[in-house]
Nanobody
Framework: VQLVESGGGLAQPGGSLKLSCVASGFPFGSYAMSWGRQAPGKGSEWLSGISAGGGEQYYADSVKGRFAIARDNAKNMLYLQMNSLKPEDTARYFC?????????????????WGQGTQVTVSS
């Protein structure tokens, strides 16, 4: 299993970034996927998850209304569109593979994570 994130970088407050995660080594369309992040000096935080088929999306309160998760099962791709970015969104963002079709907000229940991509929000 391999998960590789990209799309991070520097954004201004109020700006947008789109993260991507390419998956390989497993039947991507058979598993729920999520995005999480870890800010310096803080624990990991679950942000958003999407069911295996893509029909159900879930968000943490901290990003609801600002972030949007999507997946393309034909391309083995997971996305996170991040809008209205805030300085407190600065963190390393990673994608995670679920153990089944249903999303959970408990990161410990995900069995594989990518290395992450850094997002910095600053003026």
């Amino acid at each position: 299993v391999q998960l590789v994130e990209s799309g991070g970088g520097l954004a201004q407050p109020g700006g947008s970034l789109k993260l991507s995660c390419v998956a390989s080594g497993f039947p991507f369309g058979s598993y729920a996927m999520s995005w999480g992040r870890q800010a310096p000096g803080k624990g990991s935080e679950w942000l958003s998850g999407i069911s295996a088929g893509g029909g159900e999306q879930y968000y943490a309160d901290s990003v609801k209304g600002r972030f949007a998760i999507a997946r393309d099962n034909a391309k083995n791709m997971l996305y996170l569109q991040m809008n209205s970015l805030k300085p407190e969104d600065t963190a390393r963002y990673f994608c995670a593979k679920g153990r089944g079709v249903v999303v959970t907000s408990i990161l410990g229940q995900y069995d594989y994570w990518g290395q992450g991509t850094q997002v910095t929000v600053s003026s």
